[in-house]
Structure formats: C-alpha cells, structure tokens
C-alpha cells in the first residue's frame, strides 16, 4: 500500500465539493474610499462654517466739534430809587426878552348879508298813526232771519244721523252792511268727529241780521258768535 501524507487540518486542502470563493472588485473599493473622502472633506466644512468665529473690522468716524460760545446775558436793570428820595428839581428857564411888535393895521369886519329867509328848526318827529279800531263784539244780536227746522234737517250731518248722535257747533262770523255773515270759523264742536262743524258752516248762509248804522247809514263791522245745537228729526 502506499502512504498517505497527512493532512493539514489548519490549512485544509481544496476540496472539489467547496462553494467557490467570491473575486474581489477593485472598483467597488475605489468607489467606497472615494465616498469616504467626499465625506471627510464635507464634515470639515460644515465644521469650519459653523463654529469657525467670524471677524469683521469697523473703524471710528471722527467728526469735528466747533464750540459756540454762548451769548452773554443781557445787563442787569439799574436799580429802583428809594421811595423817600424827592424829585430832582425842574430845569431853569431863562425868559425870553420882549420882542417890539410893530403897528399892524387894524382889519374892519366884513359886511355880512342878511339871510334871505329865516332857518326854522326842525321839528320833532310826528307820533305814530294810531291804531285801527278793532271791530266790536255783538252780544245782544237782532237777527232778521234764522235756519228754518227744514234747513236745519236737511244739513244734519249724515254719519251722525245714522248713528242717531245729537251735538253742537259755534262758529264766528263778521257782520258786513247787508247784514250777512263772512269770514266765519269753528270755534269748538262736539263730539268733534261726527262733522257738526262743517254743518254749521254751511248753515251760516241761513242767518241774516240787522246791522248796525252810523248817521243813519248800515256800516260793515262787528264780530258776532253764533251757537247751533243739532237735534235729532223727530
């Protein structure tokens, strides 16, 4: 039989059953080193900028500074005399020696004219114009003609009777020469919503009255009040 040589178990020999042994790639390790490099060179850049101090240099502006004197103050006032100090005396005046005035003519006074008509003087102002008498209030009237039961029925306000309200009215009127009224008013009615007012003004055609005469002669004037009452037709 022949011998065998023993086998180094540290350092075994190839085996045919082995799994292959992977090649190393030279450029997957230059990629690697390069990648390293870049990133050392960013970290020492990050370093410097952040924590690397910053100096900067600023230099004095000099500015030149004129000093003005400042103005003296004004002097002071002289001072007040004292209250018992009497009054400096007056100056002297030498008087004037007289001057020779010579004769000068006497002048005659100058003729004055007569004045051809004499200068009344004014008189006062005139008194103001009085007053236009106010016409008269006719208390006691005499009339000449009234309403008849008629006219009064067939001016009675409508909406009152219906409603079968009962009111009054009293107008006031001027007496003119014919005896008839004009420019008559309502004084008051009541109730005032039911239309007596105008009632009575239309009524106020109706009356007439015997007016009052100056040298014989019917004169306009004369205030008179006139009250109507309206009653329901029976």
């Not at 100056?91 to 003519?105: C, D, E, I």
């Not at 004014?122 to 309403?147: C, G, H, L």
């Not at 009524?203 to 109507?228: A, H, N, W, Y």
Request: glycine share 4%; charged share 20%.
């Amino acid at each position: 039989m022949a011998e065998t040589q023993p086998r180094d178990i540290g350092h075994p020999g190839h085996n045919p059953f082995d799994l292959p042994q992977p090649k190393r790639n030279k450029g997957f390790i230059y990629a690697v080193l390069i990648a390293l490099v870049v990133h050392a060179a960013l970290a020492v850049y990050l370093w410097k900028s952040k924590f690397e101090a910053n100096f900067k240099e600023y230099s004095d502006e000099v500015t030149d500074v004129a000093l003005i004197k400042p103005v003296p103050p004004p002097p002071p006032p002289p001072p007040p005399p004292p209250p018992n100090t009497p009054p400096p005396p007056p100056p002297k005046l030498q008087p004037r020696p007289p001057v020779a005035v010579p004769n000068v003519p006497t002048i005659p006074p100058l003729p004055v004219p007569p004045v051809p008509q004499r200068v009344e003087e004014p008189k006062p102002p005139a008194p103001p114009p009085p007053e236009p008498p106010r016409p008269s209030v006719i208390t006691q009237p005499d009339f000449a003609r009234r309403p008849s039961p008629e006219e009064m029925e067939r001016y009675y306000p409508d909406r009152a009777l219906r409603m079968n309200v009962e009111g009054k009215a009293s107008i006031t009127c001027t007496v003119n020469a014919r005896g008839t009224l004009e420019g008559c008013a309502v004084v008051n009615e009541t109730p005032s919503d039911q239309g007596f007012g105008d009632a009575a003004m239309r009524l106020s055609k109706m009356f007439k009255l015997r007016p009052k005469t100056l040298d014989g002669q019917p004169v306009d004037g004369g205030k008179i009040t006139i009250p109507i009452r309206f009653v329901l037709p029976k």
